[in-house]
């Protein structure tokens, strides 16, 4: 887990490297940066996200009851990962634009509000859901898994301070153009994970409850390999430096601006897939909300390397916006959703012709045996909107890296809260397809928000441009008053 970007020259002065190799790669040519950047977060994402089906696939072994457990604690588990990713989102878009503009100092400041901020987010969660886990679980719906369900979620909320930390210390190393050692932590957090599975489901003989313990375990690791990194051997380019800490307003505005949108937005995310339960459950059964857990979970692996490309673009834009380079923000938006696009259009078609032996994958058991062929149909149905989410993602990411979190807030409101949960219906009962009228909802709804937000990022951008040329040719006149003086 050595770093292999940190080739820096140290600065006595300022007692923190002066340079680092993911600095030179933010100030070099923007198409560059991009590739360097989003690359390792591909992978780092990919293999996260795998962990997540592999965790699937040894879960199902179990039982569907098992899968419908894991899927009901799967929202609240998206809510810690919404939080904590929101508030990196925020940090890195405040460090990146800091940097741009040369104030590194402000950057460190950042860095120091964040993970106090963590700290505060992480306690407050742990101890709301731990001691409210079971009547949670019957409220929603969790019906005889409900006791499973309340086991797997008590280990993972514990946990939660360990993914709080995780998540903000990679955003932090993002932030600054560090993703290989961003990378290095996510792979080795995942490859342990599934190592462990099932060492602690089937042959500690844990069940449910062994997956949790395995995940809760893996991130504890992992967690200290950063801390490592970020507060011992001090080679990262921004530092830290807790002594007299106070709490800066402009600082938390900052933050807040892009942090809290960010968390609503994916904490929206959770929110649609706790609707998308009640519905499928309305339209099917307990059945039906596995094949959604485990088709849903092999959606987020086709969609990880266009989360990765996006970790990229909420970093080059803030940097070139902070510089007032809106030429390199609009070149980021464009490259990087063609390269998403072009990604997820490859795994769209293999995900299509794959989806027979995908899904056998994770109904291997014979409890688990009779979901088979809907999750055929789930799978085949919903790759279709996989090559519209870059159109979708890329820009929200934008709109983050800018400082404009409200923005992407507002378009993934209407996609996720709005429109999927409103095609769905109309698919499922008004048009009376039944459960596969929910999965075609669920694209038709991410198709058309993913084109809205597009349209408005580039409204955006094109805004900025023009600012940007106005205020040239003002310059330019000033220039040659002063000549003719």
């Known amino acids: 887990m050595n770093n292999a970007t940190n080739d820096e020259k140290p600065d006595p002065s300022l007692g923190a490297p002066k340079t680092t190799a993911g600095m030179r790669a933010l100030l070099g040519d923007p198409k560059k940066a991009i590739i360097k950047l989003a690359l390792p977060m591909m992978l780092g994402m990919s293999v996260q996200t795998l962990y997540n089906l592999v965790d699937t696939f040894w879960v199902s072994g179990l039982g569907s009851d098992a899968l419908a457990a894991v899927g009901f604690v799967f929202p609240f588990f998206f809510v810690i990962i919404a939080l904590s990713n929101g508030l990196g989102v925020g940090a890195g878009s405040a460090i990146a634009r800091r940097l741009g503009s040369k104030d590194k100092t402000g950057a460190d400041n950042v860095a120091v509000h964040t993970m106090i901020l963590m700290l505060l987010m992480s306690a407050v969660f742990t101890l709301t859901l731990f001691t409210f886990a079971e009547p949670i679980f019957a409220i929603i719906g969790a019906g005889k898994t ?4 309340t086991s797997y979620g008590r280990i993972i909320f514990g946990g939660s301070i360990l993914l709080f930390f995780t998540n903000v210390a990679n955003a932090i190393l993002r932030s600054e153009g560090d993703t290989k050692r961003a990378m290095n932590a996510m792979i080795f957090g995942s490859v342990l994970n599934i190592v462990l599975d099932p060492i602690f489901i089937y042959q500690f003989k844990m069940g449910v409850a062994g997956a949790a ?3 809760v ?3 504890g690791v992992t967690a200290v390999l950063m801390s490592n990194w970020l507060f011992f051997r001090k080679d990262t380019y921004l530092s830290f430096d807790f002594k007299d800490f106070r709490f800066e307003k402009g600082i938390l505005r900052d933050i807040s601006n892009v942090g809290i949108p960010a968390s609503v937005q994916q904490a929206s995310m959770a929110l649609m897939m706790l609707v998308m339960n009640v519905i499928v459950i309305a339209v099917s059964n307990t059945d039906g909300v596995a094949v959604y857990t485990v088709g849903w979970r092999v959606a987020t692996i086709a969609l990880a390397p266009l989360i990765g490309v996006s970790t990229a673009v909420v970093t080059m834009t803030g940097f070139s916006y902070g510089e007032s380079s809106y030429d390199k923000v609009s070149f980021t938006h464009i490259y990087a959703m063609k390269m998403g696009l072009l990604v997820e259009t490859v795994i769209a078609v293999f ?5 027979p032996q995908i899904a056998y994958a994770f109904t291997l058991s014979e409890s688990a045996s009779h979901i088979t062929d809907d999750l ?7 790759c279709i909107f996989y090559p519209t989410v870059s159109l979708g993602m890329i820009s929200s990411s934008l709109f983050q890296g800018v400082g404009k979190g409200l923005y992407a807030l507002i378009a993934t409101i209407l996609r996720a809260v709005i429109f999927v949960p409103i095609f769905a219906l109309v698919f499922a009962f008004n048009l009376k397809m039944g459960l596969i009228g929910v999965w075609w909802g669920m694209v038709v709804g991410n198709i058309l928000g993913s084109l809205f937000i597009f349209v408005w990022a580039r409204v955006y951008v094109g805004k900025l441009l ?6 040239d040719v003002s310059h330019k006149l000033s220039d040659n008053e002063k000549l003719n003086v």
């Open 146 to 149: 409900t006791a499973m369900a």
């Open 213 to 215: 313990w395995a995940t």
């Open 217 to 219: 375990l893996s991130m």
């Open 351 to 355: 995900t299509f012709v794959l989806a």
């Open 376 to 382: 055929i149909i789930f799978l085949r149905i919903i």
């Open 466 to 471: 023009k600012t940007s040329n106005l205020a």
